[in-house]
């Protein structure tokens, strides 16, 4: 499937607090060298004051800006989260409210971490069936207030932030190939329950666990033959036209090395910057995609793999050809 559109703004924002592996060494039995050893991670930004829908908001600001948009030029919001401030309305509704944006779709995608891929799949396919012109997705997460800060296997690999992109439909076809899949996860390995019905008359207990909860072993297998299907993938779909770099799902240095060394791409074709956010889930791409166009290292006409796995279990890819 092809689809005429192409992304012409990006934005980010993520938490003013740092917190870095020293801070955590202070509150757990941990170390900044295990914790870089085995994921890559150095610091990671955390929730204080901000909300996610604050973050969500000033990403679409930046990206709006930078592709030099305005709020009623858009015809269609994305929004993708799966740690929302509110059950409903939709991120993408609080997203059209902050922007002050009249008249648009508004609706959210949820996949996980791979959110972000599937929702950019999502509102192009969703541009051409509405026949709308200018499209906003925003992927916002808030993971930290799902972490079980005993939990020191799972809570030093996450952090919160926000991305967005804008998308115009385009004559040349600059979004393609969106690859989509998913397992079930028939052993439980990653999931957040939500709390369950407690009325009156309900059998639930109160106290139901709702953080996040992670087989990290089995998640890291999942991962690696994840991406390395979707790379492969995009590029046969690709044909003759080959991939100059790869923006991956930020997760783990370990996982984006072990893709490099079972696809033939060298690692300095991956941009990495989970050193500095941990895993934002569904934001950790779009805030990629900001710094790697701001830093240069993403250059108008390169053919990019997105690609990311998560919880489902779910997984893919999509290209992008850098347009700006
Ligand atoms: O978007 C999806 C996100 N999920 C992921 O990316 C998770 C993928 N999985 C992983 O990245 C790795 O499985 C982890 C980084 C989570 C864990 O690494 P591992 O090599 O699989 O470690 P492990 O669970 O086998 O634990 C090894 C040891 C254990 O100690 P013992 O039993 O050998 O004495 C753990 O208790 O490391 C210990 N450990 C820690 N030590 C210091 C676990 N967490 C920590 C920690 N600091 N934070």
Not at 177 to 201: E, G
Not at 289 to 316: C, P, Q
Request: contains cysteine; charged residues 20%.
């Amino acid at each position: 499937m092809s689809i005429s559109a192409k992304i012409v703004g990006v934005g980010a924002c993520v938490p003013q607090k740092m917190v870095d592996n020293h801070m955590l060494e202070a509150i757990m039995d941990t170390s900044d060298e295990w914790i870089v050893k085995r994921t890559g991670i150095r610091e990671r930004r955390l929730v204080t004051e901000e909300t996610n829908t604050e973050m969500a908001i000033s990403a679409a600001k930046q990206a709006m800006d930078h592709a030099d948009v305005s709020p009623d030029d858009i015809g269609i919001i994305v929004g993708c989260t799966i740690t929302s401030d509110f059950a409903t309305p939709s991120l993408a509704s609080l997203v059209q409210k902050g922007i002050g944006c009249g008249m648009a779709a508004a609706m959210d995608v949820a996949a996980g971490c791979t959110g972000f891929i599937y929702a950019l799949a999502t509102i192009t396919s969703m541009m051409d069936t509405l026949g709308v012109d200018t499209g906003l997705l925003v992927a916002a997460e808030n993971l930290s207030c799902r972490m079980n800060w005993e939990d020191r296997a799972t809570c030093i690999l996450f952090g919160d932030g926000a991305g967005a992109v804008v998308v115009k439909r385009s004559e040349e076809n600059h979004i393609k190939h969106p690859f989509l899949r998913a397992i079930p996860d028939t052993d439980d390995v990653l999931f957040i329950k939500n709390k369950r019905n407690d009325n009156p008359w309900s059998a639930a207990q109160a106290n139901d666990d709702i953080s996040l909860t992670m087989k990290g072993q089995d998640v890291f297998v999942f991962a690696v033959d994840a991406m390395e299907k979707s790379i492969k993938h995009l590029e046969a779909a690709m044909g003759d036209t080959k991939i100059d770099k790869i923006v991956p799902h930020q997760a783990n240095n370990r996982i984006i090395q072990f893709a490099a060394n079972s696809t033939h791409f060298d690692k300095d074709q991956f941009y990495v910057n989970v050193d500095k956010y941990a895993n934002t889930s569904s934001a950790t791409i779009p805030i990629a995609l900001k710094e790697a166009h701001d830093s240069g290292w993403l250059k108008k006409g390169d053919e990019v793999a997105l690609v990311g796995f998560g919880a489902g279990l779910t997984y893919g890819g999509i290209v992008v050809k850098w347009a700006i």
